[in-house]
């Protein structure tokens, strides 16, 4: 993931405007999903980042080093709202 084609991936799905992530990222941003994000729109890292979020709680490191993950899967889970998740992400320091 943090290798050149790891982090290139990440850029291009980011940076590209025919991205499904970055179209539901700037949809996200703009308020569509003030409820949360309901489980019909298909999100590609959110199973992918539970199970990785699963991992690091399971090797007891420290949550400083995983932070805006389990503030995100709280967005996931309905838990906070993406305002919150944005202000803490902007506001808060680790």
Do not use: W
């Not at 999100?43 to 995100?72: D, F, N, V, W």
């Amino acid at each position: 993931m943090f290798h050149y084609c790891g982090i290139g991936d990440f850029g291009l799905t980011a940076l590209n405007d025919l991205s499904r992530n970055r179209t539901l990222g700037l949809l996200i941003g703009k308020g569509f999903f003030n409820e949360g994000i309901p489980n019909k729109v298909v999100l590609e890292g959110r199973i992918a980042m539970s199970i990785i979020l699963k991992k690091l709680i399971e090797s007891e490191m420290p949550e400083t080093g995983y932070h805006m993950m389990l503030q995100l899967d709280k967005v996931f889970a309905g838990d906070t709202d993406i305002a919150k998740f944005v202000d803490k992400m902007i506001n808060e320091r680790y």
